[in-house]
């Protein structure tokens, strides 16, 4: 009995280890993921911008949590969001530029905005990265 209980902690300390390697490697994934996808967004290449958008607003999704917001800022996926429903308004695909803009909304942290505000908020930290 006292071995299985032994193994038993074993397994569940390994479990939490591997979960705090893979928390600390998902982080520093996510920063190079923004990074990237802002900058293929500010390139002006749409179809990278969409591609590299929709990935990090999946990791995002996938990651959130009070820690990240305090590593990488509270509204990424609302930024992300945001940039997706600019691009595809761009391009004329207004279903998809409303769904986004819609999501960028509703996970926006912080007062409520408008999305003219949000769009205001967005452009000038874009204009600040050029």
Same mark, same amino acid.
């Given at each position: 009995?006292?071995?299985?209980?032994?193994?038993?902690?074993?397994?569940?300390?390994?479990?939490?280890?591997?979960?705090?390697?893979? %928390?600390?490697?998902?982080? +520093?994934?996510?920063? @190079?993921?923004?990074?990237?996808?802002?900058? !293929?967004?500010?390139?002006? +290449?749409?179809?990278? /911008?969409? =591609?590299?958008?929709?990935?990090?607003?999946?990791?995002?999704? $996938?990651?959130?949590?009070?820690?990240?917001?305090?590593?990488?800022?509270? =509204? =990424?996926?609302? $930024?992300? &969001? !945001?940039?997706?429903?600019?691009? $595809?308004? @761009?391009?004329?695909? %207004? /279903?998809?530029?409303?769904?986004?803009?819609?999501?960028? !909304?509703?996970? &926006?942290?912080?007062? @409520?905005?408008?999305?003219?505000?949000?769009?205001?908020?967005?452009? /000038?930290? +874009?204009?600040?990265?050029?």
């Amino acid at each position: 009995m006292k071995n299985l209980v032994k193994s038993v902690l074993m397994m569940l300390f390994c479990v939490i280890a591997k979960q705090s390697v893979a %928390t600390e490697v998902s982080v +520093d994934l996510i920063k @190079k993921q923004l990074e990237a996808a802002h900058s !293929l967004y500010l390139s002006g +290449d749409q179809q990278k /911008s969409v =591609n590299a958008l929709e990935q990090l607003a999946k990791l995002l999704q $996938y990651h959130q949590s009070p820690a990240l917001d305090s590593q990488i800022g509270p =509204n =990424n996926l609302a $930024y992300t &969001y !945001l940039r997706l429903g600019v691009l $595809y308004e @761009k391009s004329g695909d %207004t /279903s998809k530029a409303t769904s986004y803009f819609s999501k960028a !909304l509703l996970s &926006y942290k912080g007062d @409520k905005v408008e999305l003219e505000q949000l769009k205001t908020q967005v452009q /000038s930290l +874009d204009r600040r990265s050029l």
